[in-house]
Each structure stands twice: as structure tokens, then as C-alpha cells.
């Protein structure tokens, strides 16, 4: 019941508040282990979110673990996701906002829980589609939010741009779109958030 009604019993990302204001939170991230996924939707018959099962599989969550020891992963929460479009998307504040890369290309990441420091100390993944790799400390001006995430993204997408733009900050990368709760929760109570990577 409680993960129909939104409650996060998980492992979530370490941050620091730097800034918080009305309109969003300036964010530091420690540094972390992600696997990762880059894939065509067509590959999935156009789902967008095809990428969760190749990573659910790495883990386990779908059954046996499809990595080398084997070995059950615990699931954390968000997974981030970052659809690839040209640069002129970018500048034109279109979503999706990203810097290269085939605009039909979609990176999902799951957040590998914190006792894996390094890359090389995850299990390595049978799928050669899984990449591992390790994400240095970052900032990100972030907006929550509930709801279905892909409702009005691209509009949270530009007024948090605008936010931040407009508060001095420096936008230095594509926007990555953050789901804490599995489809089955109920949408009023889902926490989602945009993440704008800044300097």
C-alpha cells in the first residue's frame, strides 16, 4: 500500500541544499555509481521507458541477476532519465534539452546504491548494453513536483531554466528527469523532479 500511496523506503542520492528559493533548489551531489543505458525506444516498440527492464534485469529486481558474481543489487530511487536531441533544441529551449547525440536516443540510469564507491566494485553486467560508470560530485538546480512526469515536462523544463538563468546561475548541461516511484503509485502522490546541471 504505501508504495501505491508514494512513500519512498529506498536508498536515495546524498545532497547539500546550497540554495533554496520559491522556485527551485540549488543542489550538491556527492559522488556516486550509476549503470546506465542508451538505447533507440523503437527498440522497445517505442516505449520510451524500454531501458528499465535491461537495468531491473543487471540487478535483479526481475529475477536472477544478470551480472558476473551474481548478485542482487538493492533498488534505489530515482531513476533518471535523458532523452538526446541537437544542440539547436538545446539553445531554442525545446525539450528535450540536450547537448548531442541522436534526438531519438533515450539514457536511463538507476543509481547504484553508496557502498559501491568505485566502478570497478559494482558487478560486472552480462548485458554489454549496461554501462557502468562513476558520476563526480555535481550541482543541479532541481524542481519537485507530483504527478505523471512527462505532464507539462517541457514547460518545467523552461521556467526552471528561466529561474535560474535569471538568478545568475550557469546552465551547463542537459536536463535529466528524475522518478522516484514505480508506475503502480497512484499519480497525486508520485515525486518527480527536473534536474538542470549548473556551475
Known amino acids: ?22 522556485d527551485y533548489e ?45 548478485e542482487k543489487i538493492a533498488v534505489t530511487t530515482p531513476v533518471i532519465t535523458k532523452s538526446h536531441g541537437s544542440e539547436s533544441e538545446k539553445i531554442a529551449m525545446t525539450a528535450p534539452v540536450v547537448t548531442k547525440g541522436d534526438k531519438n536516443m533515450v539514457t536511463m540510469q538507476f543509481l547504484l546504491p553508496a557502498m559501491y564507491k568505485r566502478a570497478e566494485e559494482a558487478p560486472r553486467p552480462l548485458d554489454e548494453r549496461v554501462v557502468i560508470r562513476e558520476e563526480r560530485e555535481r550541482k543541479y538546480g532541481v524542481v519537485k513536483f507530483r504527478g505523471v512526469a512527462s505532464d507539462k515536462l517541457e514547460e518545467k523544463v523552461e521556467n526552471l531554466w528561466k529561474s535560474l538563468e535569471r538568478d545568475g546561475h550557469k546552465v551547463i548541461g542537459q536536463f535529466l528527469l528524475a ?21
Open 1 to 22: 500500500m504505501g508504495l501505491m500511496l508514494g512513500k519512498i523506503t529506498v536508498e536515495t542520492p546524498k545532497y547539500e541544499v546550497v540554495q533554496s528559493s520559491a
Open 179 to 199: 522518478r522516484y516511484n514505480p508506475p503502480r503509485t497512484l499519480p497525486a502522490f508520485r515525486t518527480n523532479e527536473v534536474m538542470i546541471p549548473v556551475d
Open 26 to 70: 540549488i543542489r550538491k551531489y556527492s559522488p556516486l555509481v550509476v549503470a546506465e543505458v542508451t538505447y533507440d525506444p523503437s527498440q522497445f516498440k517505442g516505449n520510451k521507458d524500454g531501458g528499465f527492464s535491461v537495468l531491473a534485469n543487471y540487478i535483479g529486481a526481475l529475477g536472477n541477476p544478470q551480472n558476473a558474481k551474481p
